[in-house]
């Protein structure tokens, strides 16, 4: 792939991140006269996955721009850096600064309690749960995962793997295994699908992770890699990022917007911007489908108390 088209992807890929959604929220504008106060909207900056934060600020703001002028009136607004780091994220949900967010499920995991349980906004793609793969070359003496003791992992750098650290650790634990940090020789991160696969199949490192989907996407523009390459483990099926609102929120606002959610194909943007997210349209479910992803990543959590983290070998 060349620089050039590297370069065009990716601002695609950060107009996408940025104005999903705002998008979601211009059809809501409308019928915003009698609304009351706005609700107040945020995401973590840890659903961009290394992305450029200050392109995807931009992006968000040039699109709210638009469509306030459009309509005139906000139903939401967003604060002003719209993504914020997780931490501040999490303080200001728990101090009633927040009502609707958008974060990642270890988030979630803190704010649960805080989060409205009916109505969740996922991505349609993800709202089943998607699985992580560890791969390995056919050829390789690798069967079980102890035998990756000390190996070299390359993983994709995409945001749908923000739990990938999280599941690791769970699946070293369950054979007794030290943490990824101290049980691999080298754990690093690319943002190229080509770059985290291809090296496992030429035998330059033991292991890749990425989604299924992300493997079958590889399989299909080489066939070659699913005859040569084979999953190792996979992992149970995960929710890795959602919307949701402060259960304290206005429920006519959060009516009004999840109505305007569910309608985001009707609107010229909107259809494009589902196009570019490789969905086809956000849908709405309750927060028990979460159980199983908050279960794993409070697991991983325990984990992380009784193992500190050792910094070796990441990038």
């Known amino acids: 792939m060349n620089s050039a088209h590297q370069r065009i992807t990716r601002r695609k890929y950060l107009a996408l991140m940025a104005a999903a959604t705002a998008s979601a929220l ?73 009502d609707c967010f958008g974060i990642t499920a270890l988030e979630l995991a803190q704010l649960a309690d805080l989060t409205e349980p009916g109505n969740l906004v996922i991505q349609d793609y993800l709202a089943d749960g998607i699985e992580y793969v560890l791969l390995v070359h056919n050829s390789s003496p690798y069967k079980r995962l102890p035998d990756l003791r000390d190996a070299h992992i390359l993983s994709h750098l995409h945001r749908d793997l923000v739990l990938l650290p999280a599941w690791l650790s769970t699946m070293l634990s369950a054979f007794n295994l ?69 259960n304290n929120a206005s429920a006519e606002a959060r009516k009004r ?11 010229v943007a909107g259809q494009q911007i589902v196009a570019l997210y490789q969905s086809r349209s956000l849908v709405v479910r309750p927060l028990s489908v979460m159980k199983s992803t908050l279960e794993m990543v409070r697991q991983s959590e325990r984990i992380s108390a009784q193992q500190p983290t050792i910094k070796k070998g990441t990038a």
């Open 257 to 267: 917007l999840i109505d305007a959610i569910q309608r985001v194909n009707s609107v």
């Open 178 to 246: 030290p943490r990824p940090d101290r049980f691999f020789a080298s754990h690093k991160l690319n943002g190229s699908l080509n770059q985290v696969v291809l090296p496992v199949f030429f035998r330059r490192v033991d292991g890749a992770c990425l989604t299924r989907h992300s493997w079958k996407i590889a399989v299909e523009l080489n066939p070659q890699l699913g005859k040569d390459l084979r999953p190792l483990a996979v992992s149970p099926r995960l929710i890795p990022i959602v919307f949701g609102f402060r």
């Open 26 to 98: 211009a059809p809501s504008f409308c019928h915003s006269e009698n609304s009351g106060t706005p609700l107040r909207v945020a995401i973590s900056a840890e659903t961009l996955a290394g992305a450029n934060i200050n392109d995807a600020r931009a992006a968000y703001r040039i699109w709210l721009a638009q469509v306030a002028l459009q309509y005139g009136i906000q139903a939401a607004v967003a604060v002003p850096d719209v993504f914020i780091p997780s931490e501040d994220l999490i303080r200001d949900v728990r101090l009633n600064k927040l």
